[in-house]
Structures are given as C-alpha cells and as structure tokens.
C-alpha cells in the first residue's frame, strides 16, 4: 500500500465540495469569491504542499479485525480564531470571524480551522509539556515534545484556547472498520463508513515506519442542539503525519486513552475534543 496519494495541485482543493450552511448542515461552496459555505463541511487540512490526503483502497491483503464506533468524552475547549495574516502553511490569508480566502480568492467560513491560531512563544503545551515555537519555516505552532524533539507545525498542542466547555458531546453515524495486516508488519486501516462509503480514513504504516495518515472527514452531531454537524478532518495534524517527528499508532491511540483533535462547525465555532474508539 502506498504511504499517501498526492493531487496534483491548489486547484484541487475546490474539488471538495461538501460545506456548512447557516445551520451547520452539508451544502455546496458557491466558489464566487462569497462567504457562503466551506469545504467538507468545514474539515478541509491541506498538506504543506497544498494537497489534501485522499482515502485509499483496503490492500486485499489485510483481513477484518471487527467492527466499532467514535465518540467523545463530553468535554471541549473553546479555540481561538485567527482573524487577519497568512493562514496556514501561508496558504491563502485569513479574515473576520476566521475566514478563510485560499489561494485561489474563494472564501471559505467562518470558523474554518485554516485560520485557527497558534502559540508560537516558547509556552508550554496544552498537555503542560513541551514548548511551543516557530518551525523553521516560519509556521507557527511547533510543538517541542518534553524530549525537545519538533513534532509538527500547528500542533494541537499548541492552540489557543478559549474557555471549556463541559457539555459538548459528540456521537458519529459512520460504522469505524478495522483492517490488520497479515505481512507481519503490524499496520492496520480504519475506515469510517456510512450507507457504503468511506467517509474518512487512518492508516497506520507499520512498525519500521512508525507513521500514520489520515483523510476524510468524519461527521458528528452533537448532544445540545439537534441537527448541529460537527467536522473532524482527518488531515489535521493530530492525525495526519506530514512529516517531522513520526506520530506512531495513531489508530491505537484512538482506542486508549483518545486524542485530541479538532472539531469544527461553521455557526458554532472550532473546539478541541477528545475523539474515542469503542467496541474493537
């Protein structure tokens, strides 16, 4: 199986049409230049090249390994929005409310997580390990495990965050399915499926890799007001690996204890929730 399909340019960001509407519910970007929705629901993660990660076949190869499904330990964190500078990886720029204008001019939000903001000041991070500082490059948001060891750039790690909230639940239509392979390897694959579509996607590389990558979207609603769809983009950092310091058994990690990933709605705003598996 290949480690991860690339598109072959910005345009193809547009490519990714479901978006939020004033409810929050999917509808389609209108691509004019307005504010008037958002990629994949609000859950579109470019890579630093600009590429989003696409959902890849099972290899034939690897065998059933259960059924489960996601959900969340019922606490948030509100996160803060960038409203003005570069946007992430200086992919487009951001605006008010964390609108985000791509490279092409389209604008895309509120609350698109392209313009969630970063520490960059040597603060610890959201775990009270670590730092957080400017990669390199110039991105903000470079976590430095306790090790010192630079992870990635714009690491949840390093949000900003707002006030906690104890009452955001999530819960996730979509059936998780897991895949192990029989090479002796020890990766797997998770898919996310909903009415016989893969809606969003972990693979795990191996233990000589040590390296994760996700795509899709996973979709949820919560448990305050009814109809109200949440994004978790799989592209993001927390479970993508784009390089830096491998991210391990991301698909593990899931099951005990969870990780932090960020999950957004367009009306609601983008918080940082702990997502779970259970039943495997």
Sequence with gaps: MSRKLRMPSLVLLLLVLAACGKDGSPTDPGGDGTVSGDPTTNGGWPNPDGTIPVIQPVDPSYTPGGTGSA???????????????????????????????????????????????????????????????????????????????????????????????????????????????TDGSGGSVLNFTRNGTVEAQLIYHGTTDGTTTGAGVLLGEDNVVAGRIWSIGFSQPALNYAGGFANGDVISLLSDPGVQVVGCNTVAGCVLITLQLAGF
């Design 71 to 181: 959900g969340t330990d019922g606490t948030g964190t509100t996160l803060v929005m960038q409203t003005s500078g570069a946007a992430r990886y200086n992919l487009g720029t951001c605006g008010k409310g964390g609108t985000w204008t791509d490279p092409l001019g389209n604008k895309y939000g509120p609350n698109n997580p392209n313009c969630l903001a970063y520490k960059s000041d040597g603060s610890v991070g959201a775990n009270n390990k670590g730092s957080c500082v400017t990669s390199p490059e110039g991105y903000a948001g470079l976590w430095l495990n306790p090790q010192d060891h630079p992870t990635s750039p714009y690491s949840s790690q390093c949000l900003q965050l707002g006030p906690p909230s104890s009452v955001l639940a999530l819960s996730f239509p979509a059936q998780a399915e897991l895949f192990t392979a």
